[in-house]
Nanobody
Framework: QVQLVESGGGLVQAGGSLRLSCAASGRTFSNYVMGWFRQAPGKEREFVGGIGRSGVNTDYATSVKGRFTISRDNAKNTVYLQMDSLKPEDTAVYYC???????????????WGQGTQVTVSS
């Protein structure tokens, strides 16, 4: 079992920045590919980005590429989502997820956090 706890959400104006954190516990963090997802009201949950086990490889959804950056600190068992140039359409609940895999994937994650709300005002 892996437990994931997100933090760092909040209210920000369009054009602003936020950094989300996701702290993991329970298993060897570096064994897991980590992903960030989001779900806006009335919409399906969507993939935002993912990061490989070593932190070298990343993958981003087209909608956030160039604005969001994922990183991880395996010594701290934490993955981050730096969000810059935020837009009102980025408003959603953001979730981190973990999967015991060797490559970054956009679905089929095994463990999920409870989510943190991000609201971007215009």
């Amino acid at each position: 079992q892996v437990q994931l706890v997100e933090s760092g959400g909040g209210l920000v104006q369009a054009g602003g920045s936020l950094r989300l954190s996701c702290a993991a516990s329970g298993r060897t963090f570096s064994n897991y590919v980590m992903g960030w997802f989001r779900q806006a009201p009335g919409k399906e949950r969507e993939f935002v980005g993912g990061i490989g086990r070593s932190g070298v490889n990343t993958d981003y959804a087209t909608s956030v590429k160039g604005r969001f950056t994922i990183s991880r600190d395996n010594a701290k068992n934490t993955v981050y989502l730096q969000m810059d140039s935020l837009k009102p359409e980025d408003t959603a609940v953001y979730y981190c997820a973990a999967r015991d895999a060797s490559i970054i994937i956009r679905a089929l994650y095994d463990y999920w956090g409870q989510g943190t709300q991000v609201t971007v005002s215009s």
